[in-house]
RNA sequence: CGGGAAGUAGCUCAGCCAGGUUAGAGUGCACGGUUCGGGACCGUGAGGUCGCGAGUUCGAAUCUCGCCUUCCCGACCA
């Protein structure tokens, strides 16, 4: 293989495939769209999940379990589900020898088993709301697979809620999605555009889907995170009923909200460059590389080093640290290694500048590199990772905002996309018809979102021209 | 799921069209030495059911058919 990465600007599909790869995140497996997770990947993927769980029970959810295998009738009993569903379910029909007299549903997501369940779990206001999440495997049955991105089999974390009212679950949903924002930006250092899907976007079931949106820095969109408000739909059809306070039978409200392993897919593309990986500070599974210089005929200078890296080791206390001792191999392939799996920042230590009591410090988001003295740096370390969080976040803050258009018409979305993609807002009325006038007016081009924050906004539709209060973003879409 | 391309060492590929000794290169890997502040060099060595399965043939990496996987372009989707 040659020694550096196919480059973004060249190809960024290779490149993406190239840096998953390269940085042993993961590669393929045997079955097609399915993957192994290498331990640097599953690595950053627990963070990622302690980070995500830990708002989770913040918020007062329960973690448990539901099995993969879904009887098929469980999954039919919700219409517009099933039929949403159906092109990409697994099923098992065999147990060992013998057919199964009823084929199992291996979970494209787990509505179906859950309310089932609860159906006899639920008899009153009393039990509500029910607050729960898995985090698990989902197979879905999908045409064209990306490492991480869409893949066959893939992790996530599924909430499932019910609530007496309507309002509660508009609330819960509100604050799960926020919970992705959360972590999309606060730990990922990922801007995302909070909103609304259309109709013909929304999940299978749901009354109303809302989804974070990414930019990665090929100006397409990734859907990050979703929150379903599923209303009464489900617990209608699933019937699970409650005596409420007055004695009456009632349906309760229902979420469901979910983030898979798609948001690694996210975290690369929106961060990596020619060298490969970006890690942002607060999930790198490795914060600070510690690459030692010397020579093998000076046992002294060595000697030093050594103990300098002793000295930063033993000082680093929660800092994930890490130092390279691996032998017979030059300095430039260790940073070059280190830089690949996106390492944030790198720590050099060798006998030049520890002659002056110092050692040498580069960051991988900017390559900005520097020296300070050897005294007093272990303790530093969680400031440096805090600018390098600044900087990669400000950096993805600004291509989002610099590739970031106001469109007022058809005409001038596509004239917008001929060049470069970006993100595309506009006035929206949501009629179907505007929709697919606005995917027709370029390549690949659909509403991503009605975007939360503009929610309100009064102006006319971009395609017909009526009065609109929802302002669409517009984007190509993973 | 439609249209196209590809699969030969861990990786990138040559060899295939015109079937014929023991299947090659670069890189990577192991060991030894010289090196060592941006992907070093020399030497030695290991590593292959030529994607899988049938067929044609005296003989198949090479020709034919089927299947699997990957990539690209569409339709579908987190």
């Known amino acids: ?78 219409a517009q589900h099933v039929e949403g569903f159906a092109p990409e379910v697994a099923w098992v029909t065999h147990g060992g020898q013998r057919e199964l007299e009823e084929r199992l549903a291996i979970r494209p997501t787990s509505e179906t088993i859950i309310c089932s369940m609860f159906a006899d779990w639920i008899h009153s206001y009393r039990d509500l709301p029910v607050l729960i999440n898995q985090w698990c495997n989902i197979v879905r049955w999908e045409r064209r697979t990306r490492l991480f991105l869409r893949t066959t089999e893939f992790l996530w974390q599924e909430g499932h809620t019910f609530h007496e009212s309507r309002a509660e679950a508009v609330e819960e949903v509100e604050r799960m999605l926020d919970c992705y924002r959360e972590l999309a930006e606060e730990w990922l250092c990922i801007p995302v555009v909070p909103g609304r899907k259309t109709e013909s976007e929304k999940f299978a079931g749901a009354e109303y889907t809302l989804s974070i949106e990414a930019m990665m820095s090929d100006g397409w969109a990734l859907q990050a995170g979703t929150s379903h408000q599923l209303g009464q739909n489900f617990t209608r059809a699933y019937g699970i009923s409650y005596s409420d306070r007055e004695n009456a039978l009632q349906h309760p409200f229902q979420t469901s909200w979910g983030l898979s392993t798609r948001i690694i897919g ?35 200078g060595a000697a030093a080093v050594e103990a300098a890296c002793a000295r930063l080791e033993a000082g680093a206390g929660e800092v994930r640290l890490r130092v390279d001792r691996r032998e ?24 030049r500048d520890l002659a002056a009591g110092a050692v040498t410090l580069t960051r991988r988001v900017d390559g900005e590199s520097w ?32 590739r970031t258009v106001e469109v007022s018409s058809l005409e001038e979305l596509g004239q917008t996309f001929a060049g470069e993609p970006v993100f595309a807002n506009a006035p929206f009325c949501e009629r ?21 924050d503009r929610s309100g906004e009064r102006g006319r539709c971009l395609a017909c021209g009526e009065a609109s209060s929802e302002v669409a973003l517009i984007a190509r879409a993973y």
């Open 328 to 351: 017979g191999i030059r300095p430039g392939e260790k940073y070059a290694h280190w830089e690949l799996r996106g390492v944030p920042l790198r720590v050099t230590v060798g006998a």
């Open 432 to 452: 179907p018809g505007c929709e697919e006038a606005v995917k027709a007016a370029a390549h690949a081009l659909s509403v991503r979102v009605l975007r939360r």
């Open 1 to 78: 293989m040659p020694k550096a990465i196919t480059r973004k600007s060249e190809d960024f599909d290779r490149w993406y495939t190239d840096t998953v790869r390269r940085a042993e995140l993961a590669d393929y497996a045997p079955v097609r769209g399915c993957m192994v997770i290498r331990p640097y990947g599953y690595a950053l993927w627990e963070r990622i999940q302690r980070a995500l769980d830990d708002m989770i029970k913040r918020t007062g959810h329960e973690n448990m379990y539901f099995p993969l295998l879904i009887p098929e009738s469980y999954l039919q009993k919700e």
């Open 371 to 402: 020296t300070e003295p050897l005294e007093g740096v272990a303790g530093r370390l969680p400031a440096l990772l805090e600018e390098a969080h600044t900087r990669t976040w400000a950096r993805a803050e600004t291509m989002l905002r610099e």
């Open 266 to 300: 996210g975290l690369i593309m929106a961060h990596g460059d020619d060298s490969g990986l970006v890690m942002p500070p607060r999930v790198a599974p490795i914060q600070v590389v510690v690459v030692p210089v010397t020579r093998s005929n000076d046992a002294e």
